[in-house]
C-alpha cells in the first residue's frame, strides 16, 4: 500500500537472508525482525505430534548463534540501518513490542516453524495490520511444522476474533500461504471480494542478494492472480 508510515515485520529470523530481501524490495520502509538467534526455545506438543520429531525439535532447542550471520547479511546489503533485529523470546518479545510501538503493520512474515509464536504474531500483529496488509505463513502445511498449518487454520475459522475480514492466498513455492487483511466492508469499485476466494502466486522477477559469508544468490517476488 501507500501507507508510508507503516512496518514491516518478520518473526522468525535466523541468518537474515529474508530481511535483507525485504528491506531492499520496501527500502522506504522501516523493517522489524523478531527472533531469538539462538535456536527454540521451547516447543509444544502441536509441533511435535510424534516421537522422532520430538526428538528432532530437542535437538534445535538453544542452538547455534546466529545474530552476528544476521547483521554481516544486513551489512553486505546495504540495509543494515533500515532494519530493527529484536531479540528474545517471540512470545515475550512481541507482545512487549506492541505495547510500546502501535505503529501501523504493512506486512508480517511467520516463518517461526513452532505454533506458539506464530499464534501470538498473528494475535497481537493482526489489530495492527492495516487495510490490505498482508500475512505471509512460511511452511503453510508442512509435515514437518503441522504447528503453521494450525495457526493459519485458526485465523480462517475463527470468525468472532478476526471477522473472516481477509482474502486467502494459497501460494506454489514451499505451499506458503497469504492472508490480505480487507476492509471492513471488503468493497472495491468493481464490487464485493469474496473472502473465501484464493489465488494463485505467479512469478514475476528475479533479483540478486549477498548472503552473510558473500555469496550472490537469487531471490523470485511474486504477483498475484
Excluded at 46 to 67: C, F, M, N, W, Y
Excluded at 161 to 170: A, G, Q, R, T, V
Aim: hydrophobic share 35%; aromatic share 10%; proline share 5%.
Amino acid at each position: 500500500t501507500n501507507n508510508d508510515d507503516s512496518v514491516i515485520i518478520e518473526c522468525g529470523v535466523k541468518q537474515g537472508s529474508t530481511l535483507a530481501i525485504l528491506a531492499k524490495e520496501f527500502p522506504k520502509r522501516k523493517i522489524i525482525g523478531l527472533d531469538t538467534f539462538s535456536g527454540f526455545p521451547h516447543f509444544c506438543e502441536i509441533d511435535a505430534p510424534s516421537k522422532s520429531r520430538k526428538v528432532r525439535l530437542q535437538k534445535r532447542l538453544h542452538g547455534a548463534k546466529t545474530k552476528d550471520d544476521c547483521i554481516r547479511t544486513l551489512k553486505q546489503n546495504g540495509v543494515y540501518e533500515q532494519c530493527q533485529l529484536i531479540e528474545g523470546d517471540i512470545l515475550k518479545t512481541v507482545p512487549g513490542w506492541c505495547r510500546k510501538h502501535p505503529c501501523d503493520v504493512n506486512f508480517l512474515h511467520i516463518d517461526t516453524d513452532l505454533y506458539e509464536p506464530a499464534k501470538v504474531a498473528v494475535e497481537y500483529f493482526w489489530p495492527l495490520l492495516i487495510e490490505w496488509g498482508v500475512v505471509f505463513f512460511h511452511d503453510w502445511e508442512s509435515k514437518r511444522f503441522p504447528g503453521i498449518k494450525k495457526v493459519v487454520d485458526e485465523l480462517t475459522t475463527d470468525t468472532d476474533k478476526y471477522n473472516k475480514s481477509y482474502l486467502f492466498i494459497l501460494g506454489l513455492l514451499f505451499r506458503p500461504s497469504i492472508c490480505l487483511k480487507l476492509p471492513p466492508r471488503r468493497e472495491t469499485r468493481g464490487g464485493s471480494i469474496s473472502t473465501a476466494s484464493q489465488a494463485m502466486l505467479l512469478e514475476s522477477e528475479k533479483h540478486t542478494f549477498h548472503e552473510n559469508k558473500g555469496k550472490k544468490c537469487l531471490y523470485k517476488t511474486w504477483k498475484v492472480r
